[in-house]
Every structure is written in structure tokens, then in C-alpha cells.
């Protein structure tokens, strides 16, 4: 199986800060991975796939890069509905896995 | 709007057997690939299972082989997870997620059913 490593597995940030949360595979994932959102008590919601291709409604300060095995998600202005937990999946070989999750919290 | 609801969770005791449903509605159930992903108390989301549109074709994370069943009635729009030998272990929200490019990535997502499995 394809282990994902997050980090950090927290942060705390300010509204209008610039968030970046980074996904390593344990061996090249060819930018199938796909990043999610979690609220607590709420399901886990889709926010980019293919590594950088933004999921349609969500909005554009939510970007994804990288390739081979490291892969970022950044939130270019952190707003109050952003703090949750992050989750990379990678989907390029079964069974697909995540990453432990890294939580956003406000500072 | 598409929407799936998951049901059948509760409480069971080791050994005990469970079977989930998710209802799935708002679009064409039958050409998507359908997942269970699960997150125990506090921790990550772990994938359980997968299943094909016609139901031909699965496959089961390690933990579950030979424990768990995922099925689908195409003509009732529903997925379903049969879960027996169960342990302490399985307990976890239940997801049901689709998949509709056949990817093994997850849009959208139920909103889950808690299995318990305690004494």
C-alpha cells in the first residue's frame, strides 16, 4: 500500500493568512491525489483532484501543486469557514489511501 | 442535487453482524462506481471498499476481506455493506461515497452512520 504522510498535523493561523499543508507519498503517485475538506460532525467534501485541478463551487484561494511523490495544498487567505481538517488521498493505486489529516485551527 | 444517506448503524456486539444502506438520489446511480470509507472516533478516514457500477467487480481493504460485503440494487438506487465478525475495531462513522469518474476518488460523500461494536 502507497503511505501518505501530512504535515503539519496542526497549524494555527490567522483569517488572511496564507496556509500551505504538504502531502508526501511513499512512491510516486503521477498527480493522482486528491486533497478534502472536513468540518467537524460533517462529511469529508471534495476540494481539487489530479493533484491541482480545483473542484467546481470551491473557491480559487484553494490551489494544489506538485508532482511525483510531494504534493501541497495552499489556502492563499485563510477565511473563517477554512478552519477544518485537511486530508490528501492518493488515488493512483488500490487500496487508495490518505493521509493522517492536518487540522487548521484559528490562532 | 445529488444526495446519499447512509442508515442501518447502531450498536452490536462482538461478533454481531450489521448491514448498512446508503439511498442514493439526484443522479445515475447506476453508471457510478461506489465507495465506503470509514473514520473511527478522533482519527482518519480509512477506505473499506469499492464496488462497480453493475457490481461485477469489488474489492475490500485488508482489514474487512472475508468479513464484509459491498453490494448494490441498482434498480432501488441503494448501496449496501454487509458487515459481519464484528470487532471492536469497526467501530467508525460509515461513509458512502461515489466515484464518478472510476478513479477511487470520493465526490460526493454521505453523511455517515456510526457503527458501535462493544459488550
Known amino acids: 500500500d502507497i503511505q501518505m504522510t501530512q504535515s503539519p498535523s496542526s497549524l494555527s493561523a490567522s483569517v488572511g493568512d496564507r496556509v500551505t499543508i504538504t502531502c508526501r507519498a511513499s512512491?510516486?503517485?503521477?498527480?493522482?491525489l486528491a486533497w478534502y475538506q472536513q468540518k467537524p460532525g460533517k462529511a469529508p467534501k471534495l476540494l481539487l483532484y489530479a493533484a491541482s485541478r480545483l473542484e467546481s463551487g470551491v473557491p480559487s484561494r484553494f490551489s494544489g501543486s506538485g508532482s511525483g511523490t510531494d504534493y501541497t495544498l495552499t489556502i492563499s487567505s485563510l477565511q473563517p469557514e477554512d478552519f477544518a481538517t485537511y486530508y490528501c488521498?492518493?488515488?493512483?493505486?488500490?487500496?487508495?489511501?490518505f493521509g493522517q489529516g492536518t487540522k487548521v485551527e484559528i490562532k | 442535487e445529488v444526495q446519499l444517506v447512509e442508515s442501518g448503524g447502531g450498536l452490536v456486539q462482538p461478533g454481531g453482524s450489521l448491514r448498512l444502506s446508503c439511498a442514493a438520489s439526484g443522479f445515475t446511480f447506476s453508471s457510478y462506481w461506489m465507495h465506503w470509507v470509514r473514520q473511527a472516533p478522533g482519527k482518519g478516514l480509512v477506505w473499506v471498499s469499492r464496488?462497480?457500477?453493475?457490481?461485477?467487480?469489488?474489492s475490500y481493504a485488508d482489514s474487512v476481506k472475508g468479513r464484509f460485503t459491498i453490494s448494490r440494487d441498482n434498480a432501488k438506487n441503494t448501496l449496501y455493506l454487509q458487515m459481519n465478525s464484528l470487532r471492536a475495531e469497526d467501530t467508525a462513522v460509515y461513509y458512502c461515497?461515489?466515484?464518478?469518474?472510476?478513479?477511487?476518488?470520493?465526490?460526493?460523500w454521505g453523511q455517515g452512520t456510526l457503527v458501535t461494536v462493544s459488550s
Open positions: 461515497a461515489s466515484d464518478p469518474w472510476q478513479l477511487n476518488w470520493f465526490d460526493p
Open positions: 488521498q492518493q488515488y493512483y493505486s488500490t487500496p487508495p489511501t
Open positions: 512512491q510516486g503517485i503521477s498527480n493522482s
Open positions: 464496488i462497480n457500477s453493475d457490481g461485477s467487480s469489488t
